[in-house]
C-alpha cells in the first residue's frame, strides 16, 4: 500500500466553510497586522500599549477602569497593560486621594516621546494598510470595520 502522506511542502487546502467564516478571515488579518505592527512600528510596544498611552495622552488623570472602557480591554487586562508601561517607565499611575483603590493614568516624558515615535510610524502603517484601496474606498471601509468592532463587541458583552 503507497504512503498517502502529501509531501512537508504542500501546503493544506483551505475548506470553503472556513474561508467563507467571517471570523477566520478576523484572526487571519489580525495575525498579519500583529505581524507588520512589530515589524514596521515597534517590536516592543503592543497594539494595547499604544492605544492606552495614546488615549492616556488625550486623558491624563483618568482612572484605569474608564480608560480599560475607552481602549476596549478588560480591567484584569487594562491592569497588566498599565503595570507594563508603568514598569518600563512609560506610565506613571497614582492612587486617587479620594479612593485608594482607583489608580490614575498619566504619562511620563519617556511614555510621550515613545508615544510621538510610534504615532509617526503607525501613521505611515495606516498609509501601507490602505494603499491597495482607492482614495474614494478608503474611508468607507475604516467605518465597515470600526461598525463590526462596535457589533462584535455588543455581541460579546451580550447585548
Known sequence: MADQTPPAETAPEIPAALTAAPGYQVRRLYQAYLAVWAREVD??????????????EANPGRDQ??????????????????????????????????????????LTDAGRETLREANDRTRSLDKILLESFREAEREPLVATLQALADHWEGLAEGS
Open 43 to 56: 517590536p516592543v510596544l503592543t497594539g494595547p500599549q499604544f492605544a492606552v498611552l495614546q488615549t492616556v
Open 65 to 106: 477602569r474608564s480608560m480599560a472602557a475607552a481602549v476596549s480591554l478588560d480591567t484584569s487586562t487594562m491592569a497588566d497593560v498599565a503595570r507594563r508601561l508603568e514598569n518600563r517607565g512609560l506610565l506613571a499611575r497614582r492612587t486617587a486621594a479620594s479612593d485608594g483603590r482607583r489608580k490614575l493614568l498619566y
